[in-house]
Every structure is written in structure tokens, then in C-alpha cells.
T-cell receptor, first 116, second 109 residues
Framework: NAGVMQNPRHLVRRRGQEARLRCSPM?????VYWYRQLPEEGLKFMVY????????ESGMPKERFSAEFPKEGPSILRIQQVVRGDSAAYFC??????????????FGPGTRLLVL | AQRVTQPEKLLSVFKGAPVELKCNYS??????LFWYVQYSRQRLQLLLR??SRESIKGFTADLNKGETSFHLKKPFAQEEDSAMYYC???????????FGKGTLLTVNP
């Protein structure tokens, strides 16, 4: 089991461009979470998805950010018209069934986005 | 809203010395507490969680509800313990992890 995969690991974009971040959960996991880590900060929850459903996007900025987890393929976090303040590390995690005792979120290596 | 505070941004100890990484939380209910670790160039991984009451790599952490703390301790630090440590919590039956800002532990030879 390769664990949670994220790509690209590093992404450089100019202001106004689009950024697409991909996350493949661990085998057998159908729950995906995205977290953002701004410089000098802890990870902050953005969105929780199951296959083809957004369950909770309360931590995601209302504009320019969107996320999906299609029936086939990886979860995608999309940032349109990036600004310098979007520069951060974006982490994806996956789990079996949240809320269960002993359930654990497994993290990917992260994508470091730099907006010039 | 819940919050996790790790007061030390950096902590440096010598090999063989005891180490304690502090974590305080604020939440009116009964959260589940975790410690995650990130070694250099590796992904974030779960170190331990309070409901397991286990010791991992010699580390232990006790939940103190009176002081709302979940400090991570190890009696004899090793060089390979050098890493970034994050304290985190989940409120009951939820899925959102709330993280502290992390403490960078350096164990010197």
C-alpha cells in the first residue's frame, strides 16, 4: 500500500493562473480531507469529501477554491486566479470511516504551492 | 471553537535528556487528542492518541482534563527524535482535526 499520494509535490504559479492539486487516497479509503498550512501556522481543515460528494466545505474560501472527488480518479483541489496569499502547503488525508473509535487520518506528503 | 496551543516553536535538548513538548487545548467538551510527527522530508504521521494509552518510540502523553493539557514526554531523547511535532484534537465523533502550530524538536549529540 503506497499510502496517500499527492502530486505535484511542488507547484509554482504566477498570479492569476490556476492551480490543480491531486490526491489519491489510500487503497480502500473513500473519505478524503484537505488541509492547508500557511507559513508559520498549523494545518487548517478546508474540506471533507466522499466519492462524488462534498460533505463539509466550511473551511474552504468561498471564492476561487473548489474541490471534487469523482467516482473514478483522484480528488482535485482547484484554485482559480491564484494570489500570493495562496502560497502554502496543501495536505490531503484519507480515512476509512470518520467518527469511529480508533479511526485515523493518513496524510499525504503535501503539495507546496508558490505563487509568484 | 476549539483551539490547540503549542507554546514552544523550537525546543532543543541533548541526547539522553528528558524532553517534554507542551500542548494545551480549549474545548468545552471531551475531545480526542493526538500527536502527529513529521520527520525531515517525510509525511505527517500519527505518533499516538490519548485513547490508546500506549507508548510509541518511548513517547507517552497523558490527557489532563483539569489543566486541558496533553503534553508529550520522553525520558531519554534520541537524535532520531528530531522532527516537527504537532498536537491535534478532534471533537467527539467528528472528522476535523484542529492542529497546533507545531514544535520543532532538535536533539543534539
Amino acid at each position: 500500500n503506497a499510502g496517500v499520494m499527492q502530486n505535484p509535490r511542488h507547484l509554482v504559479r504566477r498570479r492569476g493562473q490556476e492551480a490543480r492539486l491531486r490526491c489519491s487516497p489510500m487503497k480502500g479509503h473513500s473519505h478524503v480531507y484537505w488541509y492547508r498550512q500557511l507559513p508559520e501556522e498549523g494545518l487548517k481543515f478546508m474540506v471533507y469529501l466522499q466519492k462524488e460528494n462534498i460533505i463539509d466545505e466550511s473551511g474552504m474560501p468561498k471564492e476561487r477554491f473548489s474541490a471534487e472527488f469523482p467516482k473514478e480518479g483522484p480528488s482535485i483541489l482547484r484554485i482559480q486566479q491564484v494570489v500570493r496569499g495562496d502560497s502554502a502547503a496543501y495536505f490531503c488525508a484519507s480515512s476509512l470511516e470518520p467518527g469511529l473509535l480508533q479511526e485515523t487520518q493518513y496524510f499525504g506528503p503535501g503539495t507546496r504551492l508558490l505563487v509568484l | 471553537a476549539q483551539r490547540v496551543t503549542q507554546p514552544e516553536k523550537l525546543l532543543s535538548v541533548f541526547k539522553g535528556a528528558p524532553v517534554e513538548l507542551k500542548c494545551n487545548y480549549s474545548y468545552s467538551g471531551s475531545p480526542e487528542l493526538f500527536w502527529y510527527v513529521q520527520y525531515s522530508r517525510q509525511r505527517l504521521q500519527l505518533l499516538l492518541r490519548h485513547i490508546s494509552r500506549e507508548s510509541i518510540k518511548g513517547f507517552t502523553a497523558d490527557l489532563n482534563k483539569g489543566e486541558t493539557s496533553f503534553h508529550l514526554k520522553k525520558p531519554f531523547a534520541q537524535e532520531e527524535d528530531s522532527a516537527m511535532y504537532y498536537c491535534a484534537l478532534i471533537v467527539s465523533s467528528n472528522y476535523k482535526l484542529t492542529f497546533g502550530k507545531g514544535t520543532l524538536l532538535t536533539v543534539n549529540p
